[in-house]
């Protein structure tokens, strides 16, 4: 069954600008679905029409077999949303607000405590409850979001951007919780700046530029369709190079490219090709300096898709890539 | 139906925390009405002295304003709320939720009626002290669900510009509103001594029903006949006004 | 130093009409203000030691001035304030120009908003019957003193700004607008106020203003009203002016 399902969906701007310009999607039921795409490509129209904020001036789309346009009250009670920017009422506590959230979503009056008690407790604010918002952290807030979004248990949850601007302790907490929920059945729509959270959690991905989907699949299978992975090697001795490059030449499908002492070539089998190459070089007494087989990203993916790097790429690499301390986050 | 009144329950207390939360945020709203009643009594209180003006006190005579104004000014702080709410996203929360859309309405709406009790009875405790005559508790009982109904349709009011603009730039539009409204009617004097123009204004007016309706028990008796067009001219404003701003969160989202 | 307030005094103006919504508010609260009291109040020249008008209009037109410039000064405040938050202020600071230029180009706003001000309320109150007795004479009697008086309210929304640096502090201000009007005699005689505010509005210079915009506009021009007219409205701007330029070197004292 689909969970989300899209046919020709549009959205046009008064002046004619279409927003979102015939989008397809099909999104099984208990998949995660990263839904990527360059600022300004329609990510969050297409996100807003599919949680019934935004009616749609083309196609249809249903969310959990209900209409969006037609239907939306039943889509509601169906729909997890946790918002971009988690816009939450600083002046309340972390229980009251998801208490409200319960009783908003009809939820009996008998059960509201025990739920929300249950909810705080999962996202680990229990320590917090009972402090106003406004002292919450980035982190604690997006996790109050996250229990707001499912205090009536909904079959679809969406996620815009849950981890933008948040530290990578915060980060890894909240993709464990979306483990935790695919474990459960349910499905995620998750839009995101950052390809490494795409490659993470996705089942499936699909990328939106200027208002259309241009590519869509599992990760592995996007970065299999642009690129085999590549082996660089770098030498010792750069004299070394042409004896080198003849000698490496049968390896891959081509003739090894070059650059100072470096080679560079694709290859089948990924790390299983890296001993067979040593071994000739070893052979033929060209000493290496380092050996690296590169995967294609899903990066690669995007820029040949859309021309353009993902703009939360760097970010995403600052945050992985340089030891930033923990943020000690009050509980 | 049980869901829906709880809906409109917590939406109200949640509302309440703006006034009971944030320290000194309703000090203008409560102190305003009272100012501009307490100067107006001030600057033209020898206007009762004219023949022809049923109250022989002027301060008597505006209190009712100063209570409508109070009610109006609360209205229109919704509405600001309200703009606010959509510019920080959390509007958006709101109209995901499975409810009925007039339930949210109504749980905004029925906060202002709730919190123009504050303004109200700050200016009704100045006015007595100031000598006006207490109104007798069944004067009292017309009065106060007509301020708070008064504040309730404001309050549409500002949500139906909120919904339109989407912005707190709209705040000047929601309080002239509720200025045009309650002051251009038999405000200042009785009807026979407005100016022409005036009193045609203010028979068209139907806010001036309920203004007379507020003010009886303060100048005289309540009476059938003062009660019953006030109530329904409320009722009539409320319907229409809460259906447009129904209409615009109808249109809003889908 | 002239050339640099002129200059930034044209920016403030360009921007104040850039602005409408914070423009708008100056001429539309007196406006609708000046027709309640008019509308509701009209019959009480009647009342015994009401002065000799033709009409209410006549001599509301003087108080909607005064209240106008007043909010004037509040928006004056207001746009000093927000230049501050957005930083433009810090650059106008570290600009090659005499700092004193900062104050006096906000004051050329405000003086040439305030004849704006005066002149539309004198045409409205044409159009809807009213008439300045003391002719052309009075019109510039009224320039003199609205302009004057109106740099004064703009020196010291001037001045709330540079203190307070936050433009909704300079707006919490607001209602105070009408606190110091309702004890003054600009709505109504001074004779015909009720205790205390007759007291307090004899040591009001609003009082004085708004009696020195009001003669020329409900008789021929009278030496006594009008000197006090100017001397309040002067003092107003004198004292305004000074607190200003004080409040612009404590602030750059502090940065």
Redesign the interface.
């Known amino acids: 069954m689909s969970a989300i399902e899209t046919v020709g969906l549009e959205r046009e701007y008064r002046g004619g600008l279409k927003a979102v310009a015939g989008v397809d999607l099909h999104v099984q039921a208990g998949e995660v679905y990263g839904f990527l795409g360059p600022n300004g490509a329609g990510k969050t129209t297409t996100v807003r029409m599919l949680v019934t904020l935004l009616r749609p001036t083309g196609g249809r789309a249903t969310v959990a077999g209900f209409d969006v346009a037609t239907e939306p009250a039943q889509v509601r009670r169906r729909i997890g949303v946790a918002l971009q920017e988690a816009s939450l009422d600083l002046l309340m506590t972390g229980r009251e607000l998801v208490e409200l959230q319960a009783t908003l979503h009809g939820i009996s009056p008998r059960d509201v405590a025990g739920r929300t008690q249950e909810l705080i407790e999962r996202v680990g604010l229990t320590q917090a409850q009972d402090r106003r918002v406004a002292t919450y952290s980035g982190g604690m807030r997006r996790r109050l979001d996250l229990a707001m979004a499912l205090v009536h248990e909904p079959e679809v949850l969406f996620l815009d951007e849950p981890t933008t601007g948040l530290d990578p302790v915060s980060r890894l907490t909240l993709w464990e919780e979306v483990r935790r929920l695919k474990g459960e059945g349910t499905t995620v729509f998750l839009t995101t700046q950052y390809l490494e959270e795409a490659d993470q959690l996705a089942d499936r991905v699909g990328i939106i530029n200027q208002g259309q989907i241009v590519a869509e699949g599992t990760p592995a299978s996007l970065k299999a369709e642009i690129d085999r992975p590549r082996l660089n090697v770098s030498l010792v001795d750069p004299d070394r190079l042409e004896q080198a490059r003849t000698l490496l030449a049968g390896f891959g499908d081509e003739r090894p490219s070059t650059e100072n002492a470096d080679l560079s070539f694709a290859v089948d089998g990924g790390a299983k090709a890296i001993a067979p190459v040593v071994r000739a070089l070893d052979d033929a007494g060209i000493d290496v300096a380092a050996l690296q087989v590169v995967e294609p990203s899903l990066d690669d993916v995007f820029v040949k898709k859309t021309g353009h790097h993902l703009e939360g790429t760097d970010a995403a690499a600052d945050a992985h890539g340089v030891a930033v301390p923990p943020a000690v986050e009050p509980a | 139906m049980t869901a829906n009144l709880l809906i409109v329950r917590a939406l109200m207390f949640r509302a309440l925390n703006e006034i009971t939360r944030v320290p000194g945020a309703a000090i203008p709203g409560v102190l305003a009405p009272t100012i501009f009643m307490v100067g107006l009594a001030s600057v033209f209180g020898k206007a009762a002295n004219l023949p022809g003006f049923t109250s022989e006190d002027f301060l008597t005579f505006i209190v009712p304003v100063g209570l409508l104004q109070g009610a109006g000014f609360t209205g229109a702080a919704t509405g600001v709320n309200l703009a606010r709410d959509i510019e920080q996203g959390w509007f958006d929360r709101l109209l995901l939720c499975p409810s009925p859309r007039a339930a949210l309405l109504s749980g905004i709406v029925a906060s202002a009626g709730l919190r123009s009790l504050l303004p109200g009875t700050f200016l009704f405790i100045v006015a007595v002290l100031l000598g006006v005559d207490f109104p007798g508790f069944l004067e009292l009982l017309v009065a106060v669900p007509l301020v708070m109904g008064f504040a309730c349709l404001m309050a549409c009011w500002g949500v139906i510009l909120a919904l339109r603009f989407r912005s707190q730039q709209a705040a000047p539009l929601m309080q002239m509103g509720n200025f045009i409204a309650v002051l251009f009617s038999t405000s200042y004097a009785p009807k026979e001594l407005l100016a022409n123009w005036l009193e045609v204004f203010a028979t068209f007016n139907p806010v001036t029903l309920i203004l007379e309706g507020v003010r009886q028990g303060f100048v005289g008796q309540v009476t059938w006949a003062d009660t019953w067009p006030a109530f329904l001219s409320l009722a009539g404003l409320l319907a229409i006004f809460g259906a447009l701003a129904v209409r615009g969160l109808r249109r809003y989202g889908i | 130093m002239i050339r640099a307030s002129v200059a930034l005094g044209r920016r403030g103006l360009r921007n104040a009409f850039r602005r409408p919504?914070f423009l708008?508010?100056l001429i539309?609260?007196p406006t609708?203000f000046l027709?309640?009291?008019?509308?509701?109040?009209?019959?009480?020249t009647?009342?015994p030691g009401f002065p000799e008008v033709d009409g209410f209009l006549d001599f509301q037109l003087a108080a909607a001035i005064t209240q106008s410039l007043m909010l004037g000064g509040v928006s004056s405040g207001i746009a000093m304030a927000l230049e501050i938050e957005g930083g433009f202020f810090d650059r106008m600071v570290a600009a090659p120009i005499p700092r004193t230029a900062i104050v006096l180009g906000r004051l050329i706003t405000t003086a040439v908003l305030a004849v704006a001000q005066i002149a539309y309320f004198v045409v409205l109150g044409l159009v809807f019957g009213a008439s300045i007795k003391g002719g052309f004479e009075g019109l510039l009697v009224m320039l003199g003193i609205g302009t004057l008086a109106g740099i004064g309210f703009g020196a010291i929304g001037t001045t709330l700004a540079l203190r307070a640096k936050s433009a909704s502090t300079v707006q919490?201000i607001f209602?105070l607008v009408?606190?110091v009007?309702?004890?003054s005699s600009a709505?109504?005689p001074r004779a015909?106020?009720?205790s205390?505010?007759d007291t307090i509005a004899e040591y009001n210079p609003l009082s004085y203003i708004a009696d020195g915009l009001r003669d020329p506009i409900i008789s021929t021009v009278n030496a006594a009203p009008v000197l006090e007219g100017l001397a309040a409205a002067g003092l107003v701007a004198v004292a305004g002016t000074a607190l200003s330029v004080l409040a612009l070197r404590g602030r750059l004292r502090d940065a």
């Not at chain 3, 027709?35 to 009480?44: D, Y």
């Open positions: 919504q708008a508010p539309i609260f609708l027709a309640v009291n008019v509308g509701g109040l009209n019959r009480t009647d009342l919490g209602p009408f606190v009007l309702f004890i709505f109504f015909l106020l009720s205390p505010s």
